[in-house]
């Protein structure tokens, strides 16, 4: 029977020759990730009656949610998780100068094409940019493989996101992921894997894919997969010490749907309150006034967000009474927006940079929200409390278009400053 | 795990995320009896301390959906919740929950069918819900791995007989 190349992935990591999708797996992972949110998974660890990490270099802490601690909680989670690192010999442990898992794993060379990626993260769905098959669990699921090496997986069945052209200038991948989110909806993959393909996905850099990858999760899917292309090959060949291959789909293998989005003129699309697919077209939205920009996170903190800001801001000054809050995915990142001069001309503009990590995107500290307060962020998620209160509203919107915005104070077409 | 249950009902919307059941300013806390207090907050700030010990979720579609954070079913089942009902979950949500031992039943209708405060009876096995009036609602049976996970009590005491073989 025909299989996509993430059925493929699970039926070798499961030693398996062939799966199909609904059957339950075990299969071994290659990368299990834990974030500073998980303190759990230690606590769930030892409950099983755990004593010994299972293989040391296949699992990794990376503090990247309260970093640096906020809280005095957080950094008494920083100090348990740490001790465990230790006292299991970890291989390699991100501390709060690292940045975000999704930054920094690939950057440190840990993510490849055809690998079985989890992590206790939802956003692990960005790791089909690199033909990985990512996906994100909680804390008990990540202890069972931190013990065994393995979890059990339901092998899910595929549905096909076809993009094709290429958008404008100024009209970013998050646009375009946001316009899939309006067409899928918030719950139109749950229990499936999204492909992404199509002549713009054929043609889009490693930083472009990631972003698309990793909304895939807002469509409910159990993870994303799009065909590595020469970037995705020339960025892993640098930076991994590993092994890996490239895994193809059968030609002909059965998609449960698809969807085909023509993505020539596409304008800049925003998720306005109070959910991640109630997404709309710049024209067709108002002209809101927002106290608050953040160009920053899993999805928007890339040294390419950041220079579509730089773009658009440097030698000006954000509106009076605005605040523009960049977070650096990880110090990598931070570190080429220092040597290149973009950050120093955004700070200029009246930009606040923090230390890279995930920041208010998730509402636990660095540029929270009170009630009243409307924020533009080129993060993942408007759901009701995201960033702070209840009653504060988040559009989301491309990295360009937080730019322009910051730049007038109200919702701004990027293509028309 | 108890697979009948006779308990008033939470009818809850579509698309309630995990931002709302657990809000992310309370992510640093890591005792299920300081969780439960904050439970469903971004809802309503008043339902954690109005729930009774097995009172039931009814919820619309996608429940559960957004962030991976497992304090979200932890918070639930600290809070006294015995099953959630709703038409759809968010797979992360789904797996958390059974690992913790929490039943789940996917049952299309109840949450139109069911308002605040109606008692409900729900066969966890026969994956059926009983309206105040009668009717019964047949939902889906929960898978046999599912079954199986939660009749042990949760991941937990398999992982323990597994690793200690």
């Known amino acids: 029977m025909a299989m996509h190349a993430i059925q493929k992935i699970l039926a070798k990591a499961a030693g398996k020759p062939s799966v199909q999708a609904g059957e339950i797996v075990t299969a071994k992972v290659d990368l299990g990730e834990v974030n500073d949110l998980y303190l759990q998974t230690i606590y769930s660890f030892y409950e099983m009656g755990a004593e010994k990490v299972s293989d040391p270099d296949k699992i990794i802490f990376v503090f990247d949610h309260y970093a640096p601690a906020p809280t005095i909680n957080a950094a008494q989670i920083h100090k348990e998780m740490r001790a465990f690192v230790q006292e299991q010999g970890l291989t390699r442990h991100f501390d709060i100068d690292a940045g975000v898992c999704h930054q920094v794993m690939p950057e440190a060379g840990r993510v490849r094409p055809g690998m079985v990626l989890v992590a206790t993260d939802s956003h692990t769905t960005t790791h089909g940019a690199f033909g990985a098959f990512g996906t994100g669990v909680g804390a008990t699921d990540m202890a069972a493989i931190m013990a065994t090496g393995e979890l059990w997986f339901r092998v899910p069945s595929v549905m096909k996101i076809r993009l094709e052209g290429q958008p404008g200038p100024k009209v970013l991948p998050k646009d375009v992921a946001l316009k899939c989110l309006e067409q899928v909806r918030a719950d139109g993959a749950v229990y499936q894997a999204i492909e992404f393909c199509g002549s713009y996905v054929e043609a889009l850099d490693v930083p472009g894919r990631m972003v698309v990858c990793n909304l895939a999760v807002e469509m409910g899917a159990k993870t994303a997969y799009m065909q590595p292309n020469q970037a995705v090959l020339d960025y892993v060949n640098e930076r991994t010490q590993y092994p890996y291959e490239v895994v193809y789909t059968d030609p002909d293998f059965e998609y449960t749907r698809e969807v085909v989005i023509d993505v020539n003129g596409l304008s800049p699309q925003i998720a306005v309150p109070w959910s991640v697919d109630n997404v709309k077209p710049i024209e067709e939205v108002d002209a809101v006034a927002f106290d608050q920009g953040f160009i920053g996170a899993c999805t928007g903190g890339r040294f390419e967000d950041i220079h579509e800001a730089y773009e658009i801001l440097k030698g000006k000054h954000i509106a009076p009474g605005r605040r523009l809050v960049i977070i650096p995915a990880s110090k990598e990142v931070m570190a080429k927006a220092a040597d290149t001069g973009e950050m120093q001309a955004l700070m200029q503009a009246g930009a606040t940079f923090c230390a890279p990590g995930c920041g208010p995107c998730l509402g636990v500290h660095e540029g929270l929200l009170t009630k009243g307060e409307r924020c533009i962020t080129a993060s993942n998620r408007n759901f009701p409390g995201r960033m702070g209160s209840t009653q504060a509203e988040i559009y989301l919107a491309s990295p360009a278009t937080v730019a322009a915005s910051m730049l007038t104070g109200v919702l701004t077409d990027p293509r028309t400053v | ?165």
């Open chain 2, 1 to 165: 795990m108890k697979t009948t249950i006779k308990h008033p009902v939470f009818v809850l919307s579509d698309n309630v995320d995990t931002d709302q059941i657990y809000p992310g300013r309370y992510l640093d806390l890591t005792a299920p009896e300081d969780l439960k207090k904050h439970c469903l907050e971004g809802v309503d700030e008043t339902l954690a301390a109005r729930f009774e010990q097995d009172d039931i979720i009814v919820a619309g579609r996608n429940f559960g959906c957004g962030s991976s954070r497992e304090h979200a079913p932890i918070a639930l089942k600290a809070m006294g919740a015995s099953v959630i009902i709703a038409e759809s979950f968010a797979r992360i949500f789904y797996r958390n929950a059974i690992n913790l031992g929490l039943p789940l039943l996917v049952c299309p209708g109840a949450a139109a069918a069911l308002q605040n405060g109606d008692v409900a009876q729900v066969d966890i096995a026969a994956g059926t819900v009983t309206l105040p009036d009668g009717r019964v609602l047949v939902g889906e049976k929960v898978s046999e791995h599912a079954m199986n996970i939660l009749s042990a009590g949760g991941i937990k005491p398999l992982m323990r007989a597994q690793l200690e073989k």
